[in-house]
């Protein structure tokens, strides 16, 4: 099974943030989300996924929680921290700069 | 603030509830894989094809399990600790693998352990004074004169020139040696007192214990008696009572006054006990003394200037004391002051072997670990499918590495202790052997340093040897491993170059190692045959020192040696007794400027540096010193006759070559000084009075009648064992003077080989490094044979099936084994050339790269690796063909 869209590592973390910035959701919910919202363009490898997950959790930008899922089924749910949200914020302006500049590059004849 | 708060609280949960972390990501997965399932059935498809799906897309749960481990961080602690876990059952349960490596490396370790300990106290560690790296000795370097005898101690007049002339010194100490004969306790014993300027110990940094040092004022002429004392001397001899200070003491007869005792630990010059003021006394100061060179100089820089720059003050001062003393031939010597640091001063001459010596065991470390290294190398083959299995399950090659280098760095670790006992039993015995020649040996201990030393290179030995089997082995997945069988595989011909490799570079080490052993036994053998000028066989020595005091005029002095001389030679089995003012080997003794009455040379050349020693008589008997032409000093020369000399025939031929040297003239001191013209009645072969290894200078022997000596030793030669007539001699000074100790009593061989005592032991440790390479390599080299041989059993099977004899099984296994001697030995060669020529200051009448040494070792490596492989080889053509073809 071949990745459909290679993601940067980075872009999966911010993807990720971006996700969970509205409502806390779990590793599935985000997986969808994403797809959904990128017009099924965008799939998250699980096996990407809930390393991220991990890692975001261990840098501190995002905390976990168990809660009740669906059909009375316990989810872990990931948030924002504060810091994760300033990182969030920080991190998409260094993402516009940066798809702004590709984008020049390429549209100059 | 609050994130790292966080972060630390998360890292501690995943430490200590581990269990529960690992719940809740099993429960995570598990949740995502259900959900996967749903969404499948959802669509139509059934519950089982639904889950082998998800399963397939999610793509290896404990993969992505170890990941988000991975992701926690702490995780390479808990790896660690696993792999410790993992590693000691691993050890345990190769016992005897465990036990051959641990003894190698501790062997290993436990060396460089012991020799960087006494390296450590020797070398390493700084002078146990105040800023020692500010303090210098200052020599009177004579150029002319050459090697080895070109550096001569300081006279009274010079000292005089460099306190005066010198900008770069706080201060310059002159230290004159001198022994003190004691009444301690009734019996008189002979201490070891050194004459100093008042103010070494303001250079050296020292302060009385309690009490006080010598003042200015008590380094002139004329000042009251007055001693220190050491804080053994005080204890042994005054039983640790303060009171002595202040008190008076009787030391060779005359009554000093104690003003103070030296701290326990205050050591210099190294063994002085007592220590008096040095008072020159105008005859020491006239110009007549500028040629008598006995003090030794010790001086300490100014703290705002560097070594180099006192060296640049020392030329002026050297220039300015040639144009003041035109009549001295300074400049005909090349004469300039040196200064040597305090410490090389102390190590110099052990220095270079020391550090030969560390290289030696460095390199016996080395083999060792190629040894455990070409061990472990058999066994991660045997392991091959443990680790394909650990890889299919999850595991990163990285993680592998790591695994495989904690058993190994836990291996060198049990080494590292195993290699403390053994360093601490084995620097207790170095110590022991070398505490005569090593200074400051008496200091080594396994200390701080050392321990982290032996931690460090017990880690990087780990490493090392470890690295090898660890790369090899997590190469790849290797798909025939986990299928089983894989014997045959491709990957274990890698592991065999390797296996090869490592034996190459064993034989080539241990090359190195026996050649340098080599090499320096056959300097020592060599010199053991250099002819001295004398015989040292049966001759029984011992020294005297009359005090100056009770023995004030030159008769009582004559008389004292006369007596005890006279009672000697009445003892039974003594043919021939004597005095000399100093013994062959045994220091470098006074020497002095003499004047030749000859036209051979031009005028400034003959005055030559000359060794002087003052005889009785009987000396050049008893110490089997061969007569060239002329007589022996005898009876006849008394004080009332007219003076004579003898002297040595290096002497004699360099200054009347072509002519009877008998009967000719000469006189001490420069040309203008009116000492007496002395006759030469009689030439002597020449003896090597300084070491063994060189001429010494040109010899010239006074008469003890003309030109009394308070310290002399005698010579005793009997007819047999000189040692038992020890006791007898003692009697008879006795007799002579009852409060007169005799010392140093020793034979002659024992005195020549108390000066070979540090080749001897540098050549006896380095013969046990490169005896113990040699061992190391041939258990190496039949450990790999033997796993060779043993891995084609069925390759030999099938030969002796096909028709092969005995002979050929055995030659092919043999030839193998020699092949890769031959490799080892060429590499070894070429090493040794580059090596062994850091050897050349210890070498004898020996090239660096002497061929019979290197042909002789290269031999016996060769033998001795024949043997390890015939060994393997001889069990390799019992295997019955039948059973070795079943086996497959």
């Known amino acids: ?109 | 603030m609050m994130r790292w708060f966080y972060k630390i609280s998360l890292r501690l949960r995943s430490l200590f509830r581990k269990t529960r972390v690992e719940k809740e990501l099993t429960d995570e997965l598990r949740f995502h894989l259900e959900k996967l399932i749903e969404g499948k059935v959802a669509h139509g498809v059934t519950p089982e094809d639904a889950r082998y799906a998800a399963l397939r897309e999610l793509g290896g749960m404990e993969q992505i399990k170890e990941e988000c481990r991975d992701m926690r961080r702490v995780n390479y602690l808990e790896n660690f600790l696993q792999d410790v876990r993992y590693g000691l059952r691993q050890l345990r349960r190769n016992a005897g693998f465990t036990v051959v490596a641990v003894l190698t490396l501790g062997l290993g370790i436990g060396a460089n352990t012991a020799i960087f300990s006494v390296v450590d106290a020797v070398l390493l560690r700084p002078l146990p004074y105040r800023q020692p790296d500010h303090l210098v000795k200052i020599w009177g370097n004579f150029a002319g004169i050459g090697l080895p005898n070109n550096q001569n101690s300081i006279s009274a007049p010079e000292f005089k020139d460099l306190e005066s002339l010198n900008k770069s010194f706080t201060g310059v100490a002159a230290i004159s040696g001198a022994s003190a004969n004691l009444g301690v306790g009734g019996t008189p014993q002979r201490v070891q007192a050194a004459v100093v300027s008042p103010s070494l110990f303001a250079i050296l940094g020292a302060k009385a214990a309690f009490g006080r040092t010598f003042l200015p004022e008590e380094g002139e002429a004329g000042h009251e008696n007055v001693v220190l004392l050491s804080y053994g001397l005080w204890r042994r001899g005054f039983g640790g009572e303060p009171g002595v200070v202040g008190s008076r003491l009787k030391i060779n007869g005359a009554s000093y006054a104690v003003v103070g005792v030296m701290p326990a630990g205050f050591q210099y010059p190294v063994d002085a006990e007592i220590w008096a003021p040095l008072a020159f006394k105008p005859n020491d100061l006239t110009p007549a003394n500028r040629g008598n060179h006995g003090l030794e100089v010790l001086a300490r820089i100014k703290p705002e200037l560097s070594l180099q720059q006192a060296r640049e003050d020392m030329k002026a001062v050297t220039k300015a004391v040639e144009d003041q003393n035109k009549d001295y031939p300074y400049a005909q010597f090349q004469f300039a002051f040196t200064l040597t640091p305090l410490l090389d001063e102390m190590v110099s001459d052990v220095q270079t072997a020391l550090w030969i010596l560390t290289g030696a065991v460095a390199l016996v470390l080395l083999i060792a670990c190629a040894n455990v290294a070409s061990l472990l190398l058999v066994r991660a083959s045997a392991r091959e499918r443990e680790m394909a299995v650990r890889m299919a399950m999850g595991a990163s090659r990285p993680r592998l590495i790591r695994q495989m280098l904690t058993e190994s760095v836990l291996l060198s670790l049990l080494g590292g202790v195993a290699g403390l006992l053994i360093a601490h039993w084995g620097l207790r015995a170095l110590i022991a052997l070398t505490a005569s020649i090593l200074p400051r040996v008496a200091a080594a201990s396994l200390s701080g340093t050392v321990l982290v030393f032996t931690m460090l290179i017990s880690l990087g030995t780990g490493i090392l040897f470890g690295l090898a089997p660890a790369l090899h082995t997590s190469g790849e997945v290797k798909h025939e491993s986990l299928k089983g069988g894989g014997r045959t595989s491709t990957a274990a011909s890698v592991s065999q170059r390797l296996r090869h490799a490592l034996i190459v570079a064993e034989i080539a080490l241990s090359l190195v190692l026996l050649n340098g052993a080599g090499l320096l036994v056959k300097s020592f053998l060599r010199l053991q045959e250099v002819d001295g000028g004398f015989r040292p066989d049966h001759v029984l020595t011992m020294s005297l020192s009359l005090p100056e005091e009770k023995y004030s005029k030159p008769e009582q002095v004559r008389a004292f040696y006369r007596d005890v001389l006279d009672r000697v030679s009445k003892l039974p089995g003594v043919q021939a007794t004597g005095a000399v003012s100093l013994l062959p080997l045994s220091g470098s003794g006074s020497s002095g400027t003499t004047t030749i009455d000859t036209q051979a040379v031009p005028p400034d050349a003959a005055t030559p540096e000359a060794d002087w020693r003052t005889v009785t008589p009987g000396y050049f008997r008893a110490m089997g010193i061969a007569l060239v032409s002329g007589r022996y000093i005898d009876e006849r020369d008394s004080d009332q006759s007219p003076p004579v000399a003898v002297v040595d025939e290096t002497l004699a031929r360099t200054y009347w070559p072509r002519e009877d040297a008998v009967g000719k003239r000469l006189h001490r001191g420069g040309v203008s000084p009116t000492a007496p013209w002395a006759t030469v009645v009689g030439v002597v072969r020449h003896v090597r009075y300084r070491t063994l290894e060189a001429q010494s200078r040109v010899e010239v022997y006074w008469p003890e009648a003309q030109n009394a000596a308070h310290s002399m030793s005698l010579a005793i030669r009997t007819s047999s064992d000189p040692h038992q007539l020890a006791v007898a001699v003692q009697k008879e000074v006795a007799a002579v003077d009852p409060e007169q100790p005799a010392y140093q009593i020793r034979t002659m061989d024992e005195v020549v080989e108390g000066s070979l005592v540090g080749r001897r032991l540098a050549m006896l440790l380095l013969s046990i490094f490169s005896g113990a390479a040699l061992l190391l390599a041939a258990v190496g080299i039949y450990g790999i044979m033997a796993y060779w041989a043993s891995q084609r059993s069925n390759e030999m099977g099938i030969r002796r099936a096909l028709g092969a004899q005995k002979g050929d099984v055995l030659g092919l296994v043999v030839g193998q084994g020699v092949k890769l001697t031959l490799i080892g030995v060429g590499i070894g060669i070429i090493g040794a050339l580059a090596l062994t020529r850091s050897l050349s200051s210890l070498l004898y009448g020996v090239k660096p790269t002497d061929p019979p040494t290197f042909i002789a070792v290269s031999l016996i490596l060769t033998a001795v690796a024949l043997v390890a492989s015939y060994i393997p080889a001889r069990r390799a053509t019992r295997v019955d063909p039948m059973v070795a073809l079943r086996y497959e």
């Open chain 1, 1 to 109: 099974m071949s990745k459909p869209t290679d993601l940067v590592q980075g872009t999966l973390d911010l993807l990720i943030l971006k996700t969970i910035a509205l409502e806390p959701m779990h590793g599935w919910g985000i997986a969808q989300r994403i797809r959904q919202v990128s017009g099924e363009v965008l799939q998250v490898n699980q096996g990407s996924l809930y390393p991220a997950l991990h890692r975001l959790e261990q840098s501190g930008w995002i905390r976990a929680k168990w809660g009740e899922s669906d059909h009375n089924r316990r989810a872990k749910y990931y948030a924002l921290t504060p810091a994760g949200r300033k990182y969030l914020e920080q991190e998409r302006t260094n993402w516009q700069r940066l798809s702004a500049a590709i984008g020049l590059v390429l549209e100059t004849p």
